[in-house]
């Protein structure tokens, strides 16, 4: 497999299914962006909710090719593997990627285990063979990369715009960013050690520093 992120904001993704599996997919479709076509007869109780809100476009009915017009992304999740094989078969005629549910065999891309900390994603894949050790793995990679992490990333967001702007060569910024690195910046941002913080920031950065500052310090 080939580990890629996708923006999907706005694009269409086909579900083809309505049960938990489907809403566990939907809801994580729809927390990036995507808008979601789900083909089923029938919803669960959050999904029927959504559609019933306008978030999702529900179509009560057994699936047909015509389907995937317009289509991103097709997920297969029926109980059904007759069913999920005439989606499969659909989308690979129309040269869509399409993901079936207990059946890595089958997809053309596969979703992750994921742990997100504002901009930082880091996806945990185990190829469709323990996708319960794939889960053991993200709750683990939760507890060492916490909320500090998006604190530190908008801070990095902040400095990486002002340094662009500024006179900096490439080879600069790189040195610089490296430098900003320390060992122990992640702890001091969770211990709210923000002194250490500021003047780490201070010795890299110079008098820029205290324009900088994590929005929790200001």
């Not at 476009?57 to 109980?79: C, H, I, K, Q, Y």
């Not at 908008?154 to 490439?170: C, F, N, S, V």
């Amino acid at each position: 497999m080939y580990p890629v992120t996708l923006n999907i904001k706005g694009r269409l993704c086909v579900v083809i299914g309505g049960g938990r599996v489907a809403e566990r997919k939907i809801l994580s479709l729809l927390k990036a962006g995507a808008q979601v076509r789900v083909i089923s007869p029938q919803l669960t109780e959050i999904l029927h909710d959504l559609a019933s809100a306008g978030q999702i476009d529900w179509l009560a009915r057994r699936f047909t090719p015509s389907d995937l017009t317009g289509a991103m992304l097709v997920f297969a999740v029926t109980d059904k593997r007759q069913v999920n094989e005439s989606v499969t078969q659909a989308a690979e005629a129309a040269g869509l990627l399409v993901n079936v549910a207990d059946a890595p065999e089958k997809c053309s891309f596969q979703v992750p285990a994921v742990v997100r900390q504002g901009d930082l994603t880091i996806a945990i894949s185990t190829n469709g063979k323990s996708p319960a050790f794939a889960a053991r793995v993200r709750k683990q990679l939760e507890a060492d990369y916490g909320p500090e992490c998006a604190v530190f990333l908008d801070l990095l967001g902040r400095i990486r715009t002002q340094e662009l702007a500024g006179k900096r060569d490439g080879a600069a910024r790189k040195n610089l960013f490296e430098n900003i690195l320390h060992e122990d910046i992640l702890d001091w941002i969770r211990n709210g050690q923000w002194e250490q913080l500021r003047d780490h920031l201070q010795r890299v950065l110079g008098s820029d520093a205290e324009l900088l500052q994590p929005e929790h310090n200001k």
